[in-house]
């Protein structure tokens, strides 16, 4: 299973995502896509993100299934056209038990980083 990030360019500042977006794409999906579970963002940044899980036999179908998905999204429904896909790929994640700056015991808030 893979899990690919679909983010949107919304057509205008401060426009958020439909609230039902997630359970828009999950219907749109066709049997064979292999779409199992959609979940959405709408407040991520810099651009509102819809996560697909799919079943797919690779990374390269995964998101090419994601990628379509939402653009059938995008033609379907009015209250999206001004909306753009921008990507569709996994989302880059640090390794199991690594924070944002590296290692477990790295010092990753703001007051860790300042020198004393």
């Known amino acids: 299973m ?3 990030h679909a983010q949107f360019r919304a057509p205008s500042e401060g426009c958020a995502l ?3 977006a997630a359970h828009r794409v999950l219907a749109l ?3 064979g896509e292999g779409v199992e ?3 959405a963002h709408p407040y991520a940044q810099p651009h509102p993100v819809l996560g ?3 079943l797919a036999s690779s990374l390269h179908e995964a998101e090419g299934r994601a990628a379509g998905v939402c653009r059938r999204l995008l033609r379907e429904h ?5 909306w753009a896909l921008l990507k569709a790929e996994v989302p880059l994640l640090a390794p199991l038990g690594h924070g944002p ?8 808030t703001p007051r860790d ?4």
Not at 101 to 108: A, D, K, M, R, Y
Not at 113 to 116: I, M, Q
């Open 29 to 31: 999906a066709r049997s």
């Open 113 to 116: 980083l300042r020198r004393e």
């Open 37 to 39: 579970h959609v979940t």
């Open 52 to 54: 697909l899980f799919l």
């Open 78 to 82: 009015r209250d999206m056209s001004g």
């Open 101 to 108: 700056l590296g290692p477990p015991g790295t010092p990753s």
């Open 2 to 4: 893979y899990l690919i």
């Open 18 to 20: 439909p609230v039902d």
